[in-house]
């Protein structure tokens, strides 16, 4: 446990959903208007290496809900798209927000769940309504309730923007104008909810001395970007630089499920300029939810909450807008989708701080636990950040990450491990990938097979492989016999039978 002086502090989660980090102001963004979050990270600490276990939503609130990686809680596919992978975790399994419950903690949890199917965040100790799915479900009762009683109009959409499929059919909804005030707005009704609650928490904090943790995540900015006018029009296309993978992209030495699935997001069957314009628009909808964060920044001040209160902001994943010509996130593990933002401050941390230590989404239960004063460890994945956020040295953080990728619309198993210079990502299926971040930022060369970093590959693949079998993570038998991992100390066939492999493990 950290030596972090912990009087339960009350934890404020705030998350958004398939956000880029270079949105926001903080991470060089010089057009979107983010002051909410920008605020943030001068007051707290702002990671520049944050990295999510796995590019897809389930799958990475699993990990957050449990501090377990993906291969471990085995919550692996978003049930909408769900391929045959169990749909809720298993019975027993150990979550933060129980362990808060049975310390004291009020729990509420408002807006995206979608970290199982059958068991909501109801079921999980979390106060708040069950808002199921994956897009804001704009037909939800309490959500309708709130519209008539302030007089606010329905849901309704126009100016639809999609592309068209392979099959000819109409793709995918990417964006659309929506015909409501901002103050009718998904976004700003899951706000006002969070202020009530903080409100009736600060009430109970103060009458019989009740922590809280209370989350509030967001279904935006996910596509399609559905905004009223004021924020669909926010920001001049004209000043959006398209990503230089949009047009350097050729798939060339790359796994065809890459160019598959830039055809499934139609990309190439609009012009530039409309993916110039949506990005505009992600953009804008990302100044929608910071003003939404705002409010409820605001409501924790007036409360006299932020001497006693963290605060997170994170995303569950990345998205590509037009990156890699592609949109969503999905089977290509680039850093549009692995890395986000990762901003946190807690009472007594260093202001303005930032770090570059390998950190992410999954540490983010250890560090919850710790700020309750219960035991990090309980998060088996995770490791508490509070350390970082007193501004310790990180001489004993990895200088490494590894995620994984388990499918979405199909299965499709992937590996990867990140430094500070290269990446490796293992396609069992497919063509391998190696990308030096250094000559290539933008990761548009595979190099794996190219002569002059065998070596790098090599020793990658070994590294790879010697992490996965520390962690129980069995995709390590693929590489067993695939790659030269060195050499092998268990019987490959799982036999039990192998007198030569028997052997050499009593001698090792």
């Known amino acids: 446990m950290s030596s972090w002086p912990s009087d339960r502090r009350n934890i404020l989660f705030l998350m958004t959903d ?59 596919a978003n049930h909408e798209r769900n391929v045959g992978y169990i749909e809720d975790l298993a019975p027993g399994t150990f979550t933060f927000s129980e362990a808060l419950r049975d310390a004291g903690y009020n729990c509420g949890l408002f807006g995206k769940w979608h970290t199982g199917y059958e068991r909501n965040a109801g079921s999980y100790g979390f106060d708040g ?19 008539e009683k302030n007089g606010l109009p329905g849901y309704s959409v126009h100016d639809h ?126 100044a929608l939810i910071d003003q939404q964060i705002a409010r409820v920044t605001a409501a924790l001040d007036r409360l006299g909450l932020n ?16 990156a890699h010509r592609l949109h969503d996130k999905g089977p290509a593990m680039y850093e549009d989708i692995y890395r986000t933002a990762g901003i946190v401050r807690v009472p007594g941390g260093v202001p303005g701080q930032v770090r570059a230590e390998f950190v992410g989404l999954l540490d983010c239960t250890a560090t919850i636990l710790d700020l309750a004063g219960l035991d990090p460890a309980l998060a088996v994945d995770s490791r508490s950040l509070l350390p970082l956020l007193a501004g310790d040295g990180g001489e004993e953080w990895p200088e490494e990450m590894v995620c ?17 210079r290269y990446k490796l990502v293992v396609n069992p299926e497919s063509v391998n990938e190696l990308y030096d971040l250094e ?57 039990g039978l192998d007198e030569s492999t028997y052997a050499r493990e009593l001698t090792d």
């Open 404 to 420: 994984e990728f388990h499918g979405h619309h199909f299965p499709y198993p992937q590996r990867m491990l990140r430094t500070r």
């Open 129 to 147: 309504p069950d808002l199921p799915g994956w897009h804001n479900p704009v037909e939800h009762p309490d959500y309708v309730a709130y519209l």
């Open 439 to 495: 000559t290539d930022p933008d990761e548009l060369h595979n190099a794996y097979l190219d002569p002059a970093v065998r070596e790098v590959r090599n020793r990658f693949l070994a590294r790879l492989y010697e992490l996965l079998r520390e962690r129980g993570d069995n995709f390590y038998h693929w590489m067993t016999s695939m790659y030269e991992v060195g050499s092998v100390s268990y019987d490959p066939t799982m036999s």
């Open 307 to 322: 001497e006693s209160t963290a605060v997170f902001f994170t995303s569950d994943h990345g998205e590509f807008t037009g």
């Open 161 to 286: 923007i999609r592309g068209t499929l392979p099959n000819g059919g109409p793709g995918n909804l990417l964006a659309a104008r929506l015909n409501q005030p901002v103050e009718a707005t998904f976004e700003y009704y899951l706000a006002t909810r969070a202020i009530e609650t903080l409100e009736d928490y600060a009430a109970s904090r103060a009458e019989e001395g009740k922590p809280f943790f209370l989350q509030l995540n967001f279904f935006g900015p996910h596509l399609p970007y559905i905004l009223p006018d004021e924020f669909f029009d926010l920001v001049d296309p004209a000043s959006v630089e398209l990503p230089a993978s949009f047009a350097g992209e050729t798939f060339e030495g790359k796994p065809p499920v890459q160019r598959n699935y830039s055809a499934h997001w139609t990309v190439d069957t609009m012009p530039a300029e409309v993916t110039r314009k949506l990005i505009a628009v992600y953009w804008g909808y990302v």
């Open 18 to 76: 398939q956000h880029r980090p270079d949105t926001l102001g903080c991470y060089g963004n010089e057009v979107t208007p983010t002051p909410a979050l920008d605020e943030l990270a001068s007051t707290g600490t702002r990671f520049d290496s944050w990295y999510t276990p796995t590019a897809i939503c389930t799958p990475s609130r699993a990990s957050l809900l449990t501090g377990q990686a993906p291969f471990r809680h085995k919550l692996l």
